[in-house]
């Protein structure tokens, strides 16, 4: 039967969107539908545990500094990581030796989920494809974020999808206790701690000529007004300015790697930044996300000025001075445990006097105190030693429970995923 018309146009369509999704050229914001699909035609997964990632690669960041617990949990229990992009695939497969997949379609990972004995699936973040793996009700869900912070989308209500949220402290747990209605937080919370790998390091030698390196690490504009922290546009050009004029301080910055993704302001105060430390020579730098891992940026810096963001909490085992800036305006909704009404804040008026303010957070002896209550809070008694420990642990028991509660659904006549 020869083709149609129709047909041959189709399947040109086909190929020339086949082209673009492999062209070097293809955004980094949107996620390749390049799978193994074919090559897990009648495959099975041999993990217990999977992590459900269906970001695309600017949002890696969001991953990558879990891969040495995943590395433990695949010891433990075999694990697998499912992505959507193979681009992010590649990433992930040269970091670790952790399997990686990719599905291009979700008809091939409702196969590969039917013929395997997938028993917990985990989630770095809040991405609405989650709900094409969140609907499997053969397994159990969790949520583990990417690092705790007192944003108001740590208290989301998108977390009463999951069977469990995996904490890193008791703040988080408070947290979502005094915002969720109508959510068992003593049942499904679990405090695990924290990934190391998103704590600060011990302090590398001082800057040379003495001066001290200021890391300002701002989060990205975000995508609406409730979630807008980012201090980019209304404190950074002239916080940082001011830094490199007064002579005293080293400026490392290390922007969000998706600031200005929405907003044309923002990448523009971006460019001033950058711009203005290229110009000022030096030790200034530019550190982006993928030059080194958060800890090795801390791990140069004296003192942290940043956004309500993960990289507050972070920071807070280095025991070092710590600035977070307040937004402007009101429109940003914050879920404070207790961090932000005891740091440092910054308002937009303030920045150009970020020398003075840094100069007094230094000279300060009782900072540290506060910030090793703070660790104690957010980080849980697991940090930093037992925290992988706990984890798998944790990912144990989540996996013997779902085979028991699975086990008892199927002997009642329960079918399917």
């Known amino acids: 039967m020869r083709p149609t018309l129709h047909g041959l146009r189709r399947r040109a369509q086909s190929r020339a969107i086949l082209a673009v999704r492999r062209s070097r050229f293809f955004p980094q914001s949107m996620i390749d539908r390049l799978g193994d699909d074919a090559a897990f035609a009648d495959g099975r997964l041999a993990a217990r545990v999977i992590v459900f990632f269906p970001g695309p690669p600017d949002q890696l960041y969001q991953l990558l500094p879990w891969l040495p617990t995943l590395e433990a949990v695949d010891a433990a229990l075999g694990a ?30 409702d196969g590969v989920v039917g013929r395997s004995d997938v028993a917990l699936a985990l989630y770095v973040g809040h991405a609405s494809a989650n709900f094409e793996c969140l609907r499997f009700a053969s397994l159990l ?10 944003k108001g989308v740590s208290a989301s209500n998108q ?14 747990v408070d947290r979502i206790v005094a915002r969720l209605m109508r959510f068992d937080a003593e049942r499904r919370c679990i405090v695990v701690g924290q990934p190391t790998t998103l704590s600060a390091p011990p302090h590398q030698a001082p800057a040379p000529g003495g001066r001290t390196t200021v890391l300002y690490a701002p989060t990205w504009e975000g995508a609406q007004p409730s979630v807008a922290y980012s201090s980019v546009l209304t404190h950074g050009p002239r916080l940082v300015q001011a830094l490199l004029a007064d ?15 929405t907003s044309g302001e923002y990448a523009g105060a971006n460019a001033a930044i950058r711009a203005a430390l290229e110009q000022a020579g030096q030790d200034h730098r530019v550190l982006a996300a993928t030059d080194e891992p958060l800890e090795a940026s801390f791990a140069r810096a004296d003192v942290l000025v940043c956004d309500v963001s993960a990289v507050a ?52 002896e009782g900072g540290r105190a506060v910030l090793e209550e703070l660790v104690a809070y957010y980080l849980s008694p697991y940090w930093p030693d037992r925290s992988t420990d706990r984890f798998v642990t944790v990912c144990r028991e989540l996996v013997a429970e779902r085979d028991r509660l699975r086990a008892a659904l199927v002997a009642g006549g329960a079918t399917g995923t």
Not at 247 to 261: A, E, F, K, S, T
Request: glycine letters at 10%; a positive charge.
């Open 80 to 109: 697998a990581i499912v992505c959507q992009d193979s681009r992010v695939a590649g990433a992930i497969r040269e970091r670790t030796g952790v399997q990686v997949v990719t599905f291009a379609r979700y008809g091939a990972l």
């Open 141 to 150: 869900h969790a949520y583990i974020g990417h690092g705790d912070s007192d």
């Open 159 to 172: 977390l009463k999808a999951y069977d469990a949220v995996l904490a890193p402290g008791q703040a988080a």
């Open 247 to 261: 002579g005293r301080y080293r400026v490392l910055y290390r922007p969000h790697p998706l600031i200005g993704v």
């Open 313 to 364: 909490t972070a920071w807070l085992p280095s025991l070092r001075p710590l600035v977070v800036t307040a937004p402007a305006g009101g429109a940003s909704v914050s879920a404070d445990s207790g961090m932000l009404a005891r740091v440092r804040r910054l308002a937009p008026e303030e920045a150009a006097d970020a020398p003075a303010v840094l100069a007094a957070g230094l000279a300060d």
